[in-house]
Nanobody, 127 residues
Framework: QVQLVESGGGLVQAGDSLRLSCAASGRTFSSYNMGWFRQAPGKEREFVAAISASGGWTNYADSVKGRFAISRDNAKNTVYLQMNSLKPEDTAVYSC????????????????????WGQGTQVTVSS
């Protein structure tokens, strides 16, 4: 069993930055691929970013590419999402997720491959 706890959300203005954190339990965090997803009111959950277990590979949704950066610290069992140049359309609940099966990096944008999810943290961007 893996527990994921997100933090770092809040209310900011357009153009501001936030850094989200996702702390994971478990001794084998360094073997998990990790992803960040978001869900806005009335919309389906969507992929934001993913990072491989070693941190050597990352991928981003087109909507956040160049503004967001995913990283991880395996010594701290934590994955981060640095969000810059925030826009009102980035408003959503952001959740992290863990893939324990070593899935191919080419499918890390798919919700269904993730085994554990955090509760999420609210990010609100005002115009």
């Amino acid at each position: 069993q893996v527990q994921l706890v997100e933090s770092g959300g809040g209310l900011v203005q357009a153009g501001d930055s936030l850094r989200l954190s996702c702390a994971a339990s478990g001794r084998t965090f360094s073997s998990y691929n990790m992803g960040w997803f978001r869900q806005a009111p009335g919309k389906e959950r969507e992929f934001v970013a993913a990072i491989s277990a070693s941190g050597g590979w990352t991928n981003y949704a087109d909507s956040v590419k160049g503004r967001f950066a995913i990283s991880r610290d395996n010594a701290k069992n934590t994955v981060y999402l640095q969000m810059n140049s925030l826009k009102p359309e980035d408003t959503a609940v952001y959740s992290c997720a863990a893939d324990m099966d070593g899935s191919s990096r080419f499918v890390l944008g798919k919700i269904g491959i993730y085994d554990f999810w955090g509760q999420g943290t609210q990010v609100t961007v005002s115009s």
